[in-house]
């Protein structure tokens, strides 16, 4: 049962790269989310969807990107990576919004140099 | 703009113990609040989750109270054990779906 399923682990970015961080999960959940935790602080939403073909911006979406083409994969796209974005990234899902609990992958700690 | 504010930011207690940790929230109007525990270095564990119209919930040794008219969540650890020892976070939902977050009260149980 791997749950969210998130990639990858650890990545080190020049500023002015892009990337994109993977995230799959395999619970069939309708809604998927993407959070950043910096140190110290508590999780800030940044995108999140509700089903496939669907997007809609967090709390935080500046200099991001996401795609939601399958109920089980919703990839985040950094572009033009800056050091304010250096973080721990979580993705998570739910079956539903609000009567179901968030399932989180374990991050991936990203470092803008 | 909803706040959420936990306290205390860290606790320490012996084993056996019982604790409190305490969640407020600004703006009552709130769809559920959820507690997660996160261990380092890992991602969120969901504990209890409590809908808007419900005062509390249940899971083993861990019950969660919810006060939606003063803004308060209370998560209650009966006979703290080592394992415990995690940062916990407490988490607000407005509309079903964002969670706003506290800061986490990072707990730390002694043999």
């Known amino acids: 049962n791997a749950g969210v399923t998130q990639t990858p682990k650890f990545r080190i970015l020049k500023i002015g790269q892009s990337m994109t961080l993977q995230c799959t999960q395999d619970?069939?959940?309708?809604?998927m989310y993407w959070y950043r935790q910096d140190p110290g602080m508590g999780l800030k939403l940044i995108y999140y969807?509700?089903?496939?073909?669907?997007?809609d911006k967090g709390e935080v979406p500046n200099g991001y990107n996401v795609s939601r083409s399958t109920t089980e994969d919703f990839p985040l796209r950094l572009e033009l990576a800056a050091p304010s974005q250096t973080s721990v990234y979580f993705c998570?899902?739910?079956?539903?919004?609000?009567?179901?609990?968030?399932?989180f992958g374990d991050g991936t700690r990203l470092s803008i140099l | 703009k909803q706040e959420v504010t936990q306290i205390p930011a860290a606790l320490s207690v012996p084993e056996g113990e019982n604790l409190v940790l305490n969640c407020s929230f600004t703006?009552?109007?709130?769809?559920?609040l959820q507690w997660f525990r996160q261990d380092p270095g890992k991602g969120l564990t969901s504990l209890l989750l409590?809908?808007?119209?419900?005062r509390e919930q249940t899971s083993g040794r861990l019950n969660a109270s919810l006060d939606k008219s003063s803004g308060r969540s209370t998560l209650y650890i009966a006979a703290s054990q080592p394992g415990d020892s995690a940062t916990y976070l407490c988490?607000?939902?407005?509309?079903?779906?964002?969670?706003?977050f506290g800061k986490g009260t990072t707990l730390s149980v002694s043999s």
């Open positions: 619970m069939n959940h309708n809604y």
């Open positions: 409590i809908q808007s119209s419900q």
């Open positions: 703006d009552s109007a709130i769809y559920n």
């Open positions: 998570a899902s739910s079956r539903t919004g609000g009567d179901q609990p968030q399932h």
């Open positions: 988490a607000v939902s407005k509309a079903g779906t964002a969670l706003i």
């Open positions: 969807s509700v089903g496939a073909g669907i997007t």
